[in-house]
């Protein structure tokens, strides 16, 4: 009994506490510690991929199908902004050096309130050269841009096309006559079609 009442004065003598209280704080500091450090990642852990759980919700059972890229052909930039994610049944497009892409499955980035929901629907060339995100920046025009800022473009284009479906071009001004003349007859097809449907 020597040993323990020896040991009890001695945490009262260095540190001014009762001994309940030096372990209550000891224990509250043990619980503080071991909740901070479950919030990062251990060194071994660090290089490993991240481990997705199962969804067990009903809610994620049925995820929509990824639709097929429309190939829109040649269109002008007024065509392009109805492309910008105001309408839920189109797709989202985004030019870049006057080649159309549809980033549809990047619709958290590029969708409504995404972080680059702003490039959605234009041609963003400049504003990628100059990894700016003002609106007067927002265009395709590429004068004034030095080498390392073309470099910086050239860049964004090899991700787009690595990641996302080409699906038009742009084209100055009005639109081609053959374009208003095959969505003429599509026009006519979908009318047709209605038709024939039966009521």
Not at 60 to 88: C, M
Not at 128 to 153: C, Q, R, T, V
């Amino acid at each position: 009994m020597g040993f323990y009442s020896t040991v009890m004065d001695e945490i009262t003598w260095y540190t001014g506490l009762s001994p309940t209280a030096f372990f209550t704080i000891a224990a509250m500091m043990l619980v503080v510690y071991k909740t901070i450090s479950g919030m990062f990642v251990s060194p071994e852990d660090y290089n490993k991929p991240p481990v997705i759980s199962a969804r067990t919700s009903s809610r994620f059972d049925h995820t929509e199908p990824q639709r097929e890229p429309v190939q829109l052909g040649e269109i002008t930039e007024q065509e392009l902004r109805q492309y910008n994610g105001s309408d839920p049944a189109k797709p989202l497009l985004i030019a870049i050096k006057g080649q159309i892409y549809d980033v549809s499955s990047g619709r958290n980035f590029y969708g409504p309130g995404g972080a680059y929901a702003m490039f959605t629907g234009k041609e963003c060339s400049r504003a990628l050269a100059l990894l700016s995100f003002k609106p007067d920046d927002i265009n395709g025009n590429l004068e004034g841009l030095d080498e390392s800022e073309l470099a910086i473009l050239e860049d964004w284009e090899y991700k787009f096309i690595e990641k996302y479906p080409k699906v038009g071009q742009l084209v100055p001004g009005q639109r081609s006559l053959q374009n208003e003349h095959n969505e003429q007859v599509q026009n006519n097809l979908n009318l047709d079609e209605a038709k024939e449907e039966p009521k």
